[in-house]
Nanobody, 126 residues
Framework: QVQLVESGGGLVQAGGSLRLSCTAV????????MAWFRQAPGKEREFVAA????????DYADSVKDRFAISRDNVKNTVDLQMNSLKPEDTAIYYC???????????????????WGQGTQVTVSS
């Protein structure tokens, strides 16, 4: 059984920062690649960032590169998303996802991920 719980969403002005956190209830957290996806109103869910099992490899969507940073703590079973220089177009529900995978790469496709959290709302005002 895998459970993912996101926290840290909220309302922020454009240019501000937020830090999202995902706590994973997983027997062996290091057996999983982790990722963040988001879904804006009226749009499909899209990839944001991913990190492989040991944190050595990261991948980002072009739209967030150089503004967002993904990290994980394999002791606390958490994966965080630090979001800086936020824009109104970053407004979305942000989802944490997990995939049982110990490769060197960070999977970026939605269909690669087996487990999902409930999501946390991020709203960026202009």
């Amino acid at each position: 059984q895998v459970q993912l719980v996101e926290s840290g969403g909220g309302l922020v002005q454009a240019g501000g920062s937020l830090r999202l956190s995902c706590t994973a209830v997983i027997r062996t957290f290091t057996g999983y690649a982790m990722a963040w996806f988001r879904q804006a109103p009226g749009k499909e869910r899209e990839f944001v960032a991913a990190i492989n099992w040991n944190g050595a490899n990261h991948d980002y969507a072009d739209s967030v590169k150089d503004r967002f940073a993904i990290s994980r703590d394999n002791v606390k079973n958490t994966v965080d998303l630090q979001m800086n220089s936020l824009k109104p177009e970053d407004t979305a529900i942000y989802y944490c996802a997990a995939r049982f995978y110990v490769g060197t790469t960070s999977p970026v496709r939605e269909r690669d991920y087996q487990y999902w959290g409930q999501g946390t709302q991020v709203t960026v005002s202009s």
